[in-house]
């Protein structure tokens, strides 16, 4: 078969050429020569064009039953032959033709069925833009034997399941046949955009998919993933589904949701994200002084002049988990940062996030009131009505930043929400683990989640690192000006994304302690114990994840006597400005 542009690919042409096709997708600049759905509009996609999706698993459905390969006779002339039902959703079946539901030509199959979404948080300049914008070849997308234009009444059959016949739904409106007499008025509320879209945040022009994987990879809640896959829109879908003594209406209609709205793609690649690949990591790790200085440089006036702040916060910024061992993991590095002139700058945690945005790929900021600590779905639940997962706040993919403000929390109860709020956030900051509640049973997950915190006294959830900032009454006072400088300072397109991937490359940088200053570690500690009987093992801990970030921070892959004296020093000084405990 004559080689198309990949962007041209059908489905037939990829099953005929599968392995060419495979070799082409491994090259590295042919994902952009593939729309990018979450950067285009679906009436700017042909049905069954091959496109691309970036986004985090929230769900994942049983796995769907289909014909691989099925045999169609035609009524008029007694002739047959077998088609490929991969990579499809309908059977490509004419008027003038049927299915042969029992030849034995037929060959079934199963395909994993994966609920992904845009990923939440993703920043805006962290978007990947799509490219592509020519519209596809229209002879090669329509070159498939048989193909059944979507404007045709006619019914198609679905290989998967039987045909539960219903009116067909208009492609250009996002409603659902709710014709059925017996169809309950809690169906009809459910069917909202936000039920179906299921975001665990807002999502600004956030999508849904519903991907469709046939070689049998395996893949995890919360995982971010790109899907390379032709894209199923025929507005006959939301029609076609199993027969009622199999789901309910509420399950019926969550599962079969309008393709304008979430459509189906037929995974050919997925590409898992890991360990991100700093393309320049070692011109970034070369440069991490003169990099970091600059961004000390703003943090620390953002933070009304507080240098030893800014040092922790650049801290903070490069953690991730490096080890996990039960509920022990190092590498996370909580803060909580408090005395800041709330009462005069009410708007300075959220001032401060809006800053951390344009640092940070993915973030999120969440106001915890007491009303919001009792009414917020945090958790993600199980929903056996419509047998899905629902999401909650906390349903992020790992390494989203999140900004937690407590100024306006008031004293008050907790209901039994509010309390198993407070003990999922408690949980994720101590433990960085998160419980599913599945109803009948629990579920925990792992994340990689930091937490930075803004209260006016230490947190309501407790925080082992807490920052009490020493205000420069000149920034208090000149804080406008403040904000607008370090905006101006960060126009320079070249210092703003040298900061982006200086933090980028050192959160994902091997790090080695040697014999050497392990031994001047445990002495160190010892006499720290000796002098302060406060001191303990969390605190030793918390110290050399301190001291790892402050030596990874120099662009240092190893941490040097100065740097943990340093390290020593600044922990010293912070613990002086808290309250003294009492004996």
């Not at 596809?136 to 404007?151: E, I, M, N, Q």
């Not at 941490?559 to 004996?583: F, H, I, N, Y």
Request: aromatic share 8%.
């Amino acid at each position: 078969m004559t080689s198309i542009e990949v962007r041209d690919w059908t489905p037939e042409y990829y099953v005929a050429n599968q392995s060419n096709c495979q070799q082409i997708l491994e090259g590295s600049d042919v994902l952009t020569e593939i729309p990018l759905l979450n950067d285009t509009r679906l009436h700017d996609i042909r049905d069954k064009q091959l496109v691309r999706f970036r986004g985090m698993i929230q769900d994942m459905y049983n796995p769907e039953y289909y014909f691989k390969k099925y045999e169609v006779k035609n009524t008029d002339t007694g002739e047959s032959d077998v088609r490929c039902g991969m990579y499809a959703d309908t059977a490509r079946c004419l008027p003038h033709e049927e299915i042969a539901l029992y030849s034995n030509k037929n060959e079934n199959s199963e395909r994993q069925t994966y609920i992904v979404i845009s990923v939440p948080g993703l920043n805006d300049w962290a978007k990947e833009k799509s490219t592509n914008t020519r519209p596809p070849d229209a002879a090669a997308c329509s070159s498939s034997v048989g193909k059944r234009s979507l404007d045709n009444d006619s019914e198609e059959m679905d290989c998967s399941e039987p045909v539960t016949k219903k009116e067909k739904v208009s492609a250009d409106n996002n409603d659902v046949d709710m014709s059925d007499a017996h169809c309950s008025t809690k169906v009809e509320n459910v069917l909202s955009e936000d039920h179906i879209l299921n975001f665990p945040i807002p999502i600004d022009g956030g999508k849904a998919c519903i991907i469709k994987v046939y070689d049998g990879t395996i893949l995890k809640l919360n995982q971010v993933i790109d899907v390379i896959g032709f894209i199923s829109l025929d507005p006959a879908l939301s029609t076609i589904h199993g027969s009622d003594d199999e789901m309910n209406e509420a399950e019926i209609h969550t599962h079969n949701p309008p393709a304008s709205l979430v459509p189906r793609l037929h995974a050919v690649k997925i590409i898992e994200f890991t360990i991100p690949k700093i393309v320049n990591a070692p011109e970034i790790m070369s440069k991490a002084q003169l990099i970091r200085s600059d961004l000390h440089i703003v943090l620390s006036q953002l933070l009304f002049g507080d240098n030893l702040a800014a040092d922790y916060l650049i801290c903070h910024l490069l953690s991730t988990i490096y080890m996990r061992r039960d509920y022990f993991c190092l590498g996370t590095f909580p803060l909580n940062i408090t005395n800041f002139p709330a009462s005069k700058l009410k708007t300075f945690p959220k001032e401060f996030y809006n800053f951390l945005t344009l640092l940070v790929q993915k973030s999120h900021f969440l106001e915890m009131t007491l009303e919001n600590f009792n009414e917020l779905s945090l958790i993600p639940k199980k929903d056996y009505e419509c047998n899905r997962l629902t999401s909650g706040i906390l349903q992020l993919s790992n390494n989203t930043h999140l900004v937690l403000d407590e100024t306006s929390l008031t004293t008050g109860t907790l209901t039994a929400t509010g309390k198993e709020n407070y003990k999922a956030l408690s949980d994720l900051l101590m433990f960085q683990k998160l419980t599913y509640d599945f109803k009948y049973y629990t579920i925990e997950y792992e994340k990689d989640i930091p937490i930075l915190i803004f209260s006016d006294v230490k947190s309501f959830i407790p925080c082992p690192m807490q920052i009490i900032l020493n205000v420069d009454a000149d920034s208090e006072n000149l804080y406008s000006q403040v904000v607008k400088a370090a905006h101006q300072y960060l126009e320079d397109e070249n210092r703003l994304t040298n900061i982006r991937q200086y933090i980028e490359a050192l959160r994902h940088t091997e790090f080695v302690f040697n014999e050497e200053i392990t031994k001047i570690i445990q002495d160190d500690f010892v006499k720290m114990r000796s002098a302060n009987k406060n001191i303990d093992a969390d605190n030793l801990h918390a110290l050399m994840v301190f001291a790892r970030l402050m030596a990874l921070s120099h662009g240092q892959t190893s941490l040097d006597a100065e740097c943990w004296k340093k390290t020593v020093q600044l922990e010293m000084e912070r613990m002086s400005r808290l309250p003294q405990r009492g004996r």
